[in-house]
């Protein structure tokens, strides 16, 4: 056992204190507090022979707050550092750490550098805690991670960001002890990795002639000409060792075989068909799509001997998302590679792509990695997933003995909404708030605990269709990237989310030192719909004092003069409900705004055959009765989304109810793979078990409303309602996302 010397001389107190525990992010997995505290010195004594890298790093991080003197004497320095003898299960302990805080002494213990490192994280957040105080409690903390892979996502296809940004980024992870940086580098939007055999990736494929902007139903383009953005080879290595200076693994991504379009702007030869085609302006997914010829193999295997040089993660991401098989259906050569070795169908064609590429990078002495689709037509043999779509693709490649990092859209997305979207910045869609995140449990219950050791660990992602510049990424990704370090370190406790929250907004603190552009959603006020007796009820929460509330039902704007907020409100009539958060007389707060829309379903029991997808099912069935009408420019609260089912829905009207319209909306978005229904039936019932139908309508007329159904069904008078919404099944060829699933989003369903 070798022992290092770094103890901070200070003035103490033994006098003990019933102490609140410290506001660490993520969470340690033991803290005790103990008698008396550790008064900070102004000056640091560090002993010379401290782990150089992470020590500069500390004394980086802390040095406006205290000065540092090194010294080469054991005597008189500050802090013990003792590095344990090599453990015998070196990857379960290389991340473990102990530090022992007395009025003598700061004490740190652990197997590696990379667990001293995370020992300092934690001492930083002591000392920015206790700063003021100018003195840390004494108390003992025993710490290590659950999962091996705390992973973060930063999409640079859709928007560029720079080095420098890049290492902010990577900085982030740092802080809050994640280890892992997934860098998304190519998509169809752009290719932004130098790849010296191949020039014209960066020359042609690193731009475009303009970006989609605003809401993507709008369709409307900026006109300008985006690029040519890329990293080079040189600048690569450069954030690949400061990641690992900050002991986080750089995980590269390289789209294949779909997502291709930036690459075959620049190499058309590899596509299926001729071409001409260009960088791709608009979000979505599209048609062309690498061909399994050779010369594409041949160009793909180049391209992955530079990218395995310059990164040194164990594991490579080959994407395998999002691959239409539109263009290998139509393709001579596909048809007969399908037919040759005797594979079912074009998704046993992806399979068969996946495995070369598999066998390849194996043979470099590396491993693959894949969004969950790589499971089509049968999992490569060694090959790890993410599960993005939900958590069913990390359950199946755990009982198949498979590696699975879990990333399911509805807790590990942000890009999604965290806040209201009325007052929030345009987002891809979803809603998922700081709680939501905090919530994740990545193990599955479906799982048994043998299965349980395939799930490497948890990982959220940033798509950049709607962040243009970096101070957008801060907003998105703070304070979600804190809940999302303590699910993944394995310490969240969602039943005490209030106190988590708390530390939270004390680590404002830190990120305002920093100029973070943090995202203060938690202080606005939050609305969720209640059933009550007579119809519904809104109720309204804040992080603070919920005695700050103020808010109008007359659509005027609140102010410290309206009602204070004492409960939830009642709506028994179609209005509006205004709300801010006030404290000392002052403004804290956006202004909320709900518009309700009452109908004689609003509020009533209602029961779905089949659930909605978990990006999109906030508030479950009763969505579909809350009185608020979905806004089709944001997918966020107000929306409940199927993917490739019929929404089937009863509702219960309590008593025969005389009624002779029923409304609802459905939406389209092809871009999305979102599209209108195909048909629509509405059936009455006295009984809930004997159903008329007395309506129906095709798909024509759904289309020349827009999705705004409004249906006259005469004069009815029954207790019971029931919709069924049939979904436009298979996306049909020429569309994005052909082959694949279509989504169906309806909203509100109503009756007068």
């Known amino acids: ?388 779509t939900g958590v069913n693709g990390g359950i199946e490649a755990a009982k198949s003995s498979h590696f699975a990092v879990m990333t399911p859209g509805a807790y590990c997305y942000f890009d999604h909404y965290q806040g209201d979207p009325q007052s929030e910045p345009n987002a891809f869609g979803g809603f998922t708030p700081l709680d939501k995140v905090y919530s994740y449990n990545p193990i599955p219950a479906e799982l048994n605990a043998e299965q349980a050791k395939y799930i490497l660990g948890v990982q959220a992602n940033l798509w950049t269709e709607y962040i243009t510049d970096f101070k957008q990424v801060q907003y998105m990704i703070f304070p979600r990237l804190m809940a999302l370090s303590e699910v993944a370190w394995g310490t969240a406790d969602p039943k005490n989310y209030k106190e988590f929250e708390n530390r939270v907004i004390r680590q404002f603190k830190v990120l305002d030192k920093m100029k973070v552009n943090y995202a203060k959603s938690i202080y606005n006020i939050s609305g969720k719909v209640l059933p009550a007796n007579n119809g519904i009820a809104y109720e309204l929460t804040v992080s603070q004092n919920p005695k700050g509330i103020r808010y109008t039902t007359d659509g005027t704007e609140p102010s410290i003069n309206s009602p204070v907020y004492q409960g939830p409100v009642a709506v028994s009539k179609s209005l509006t409900v205004k709300s801010a958060y006030f404290e000392e007389g002052k403004l804290k707060s956006a202004v909320s705004t709900q518009e309700f829309t009452v109908s004689k379903t609003t509020g009533k029991k209602i029961t779905l055959e089949q659930q909605p997808s978990e990006n999109y099912s906030f508030g479950g069935a009763f969505t579909l009765v809350d009185g608020i009408i979905g806004n089709t420019r944001q997918l966020g609260k107000t929306w409940l989304g199927f993917q490739g089912k019929d929404v089937v829905a009863t509702i219960d009207l309590g008593q025969k109810t005389a009624f002779s319209e029923v409304y609802f909306n459905t939406l389209e978005n092809k871009g999305s793979w979102i599209h209108l229904a195909k048909s629509a039936q509405v059936f009455v019932s006295d009984d809930g078990k004997n159903f008329k139908m ?26 019971y309602i029931k919709l069924k919404v049939e979904n436009a099944g298979i996306i049909p060829a020429g569309n994005p996302g052909a082959d694949s699933k279509a989504w169906l989003f309806v909203d509100e369903i109503g009756a007068n």
């Open 1 to 388: 056992m070798r022992r290092f010397l770094f103890m901070f001389s200070a003035i103490f107190s033994t006098v003990f204190h019933a102490q609140k525990k410290p506001d660490l992010i993520p969470y340690p997995q033991s803290v005790t507090m103990q008698k008396g505290k550790f008064v900070i010195p102004e000056t640091l004594i560090l002993n010379d022979k401290l782990p150089k890298e992470e020590t500069e790093y500390f004394k980086k991080r802390l040095g406006s707050q205290v000065k540092f003197q090194n010294s080469n004497k054991i005597e008189g320095t500050h802090l013990v550092y003792v590095s344990m003898p090599k453990h015998k299960n070196p990857e379960e302990y290389k991340e473990k750490y102990r530090i022992n805080i007395s009025p003598k002494e700061i004490f740190i213990s652990a197997y590696t550098d990379q667990g001293y490192f995370l020992a300092l994280q934690t001492l930083i957040q002591l000392f920015e805690e206790y700063k003021d105080d100018k003195a840390i409690p004494a108390m003992e903390i025993n710490d290590y991670p659950k999962f091996a892979w705390r992973g973060m996502h930063l999409d640079v296809c859709r928007h560029f960001f720079s080095v420098d940004e890049v290492k902010q980024y990577i900085d982030y992870l740092a802080m809050y002890k994640l280890n892992t940086f997934h860098w998304h580098l190519t998509d169809d939007q752009g290719w932004r990795i130098e790849i010296k055999k191949y020039p014209k990736l960066t020359e042609i494929g690193s731009k475009r002639k303009e970006s989609m902007v605003g809401a993507y139903v709008d369709n409307t383009f900026d006109g300008k000409p985006y690029g040519p953005y890329f990293y080079t080879q040189e600048q690569i290595k450069e954030v690949v060792q400061y990641a690992q200076q900050r002991h986080i693994t750089v995980v590269p991504e390289i789209e294949m075989p779909g997502h291709a379009l930036a690459a075959l702007s620049a190499y058309p030869e590899l596509a299926c068909t001729k071409g001409p085609f260009e960088s791709a302006t608009k979000w979505g997914v599209f048609d062309d799509v690498f061909c399994p010829k050779e010369e594409t193999f041949t160009f793909l295997e180049n391209v992955l001997d530079e990218v395995i040089a310059l990164f040194p993660s164990q594991y490579i991401h080959i994407g395998g998302d999002e691959c239409p098989k539109t263009r290998w259906k139509e393709c001579a050569h596909c048809q007969e590679l399908i037919k040759k070795n005797n594979l079912k169908d074009e998704h046993g064609l992806q399979s068969y792509f996946i495995h070369r590429i598999e066998k390849y990078v194996n043979s470099k002495g590396r491993k693959i990695i894949g969004w969950d689709e790589i499971l089509e037509g049968g999992l490569a043999p060694n090959a790890a997933v993410m599960s993005w």
């Open 694 to 719: 007395i309506k129906e309508i095709g798909k024509d007329e759904i289309q020349s409303s827009k999705g705004k159904i409004r249906l006259n069904i005469g004069n009815q008078n029954s207790r």
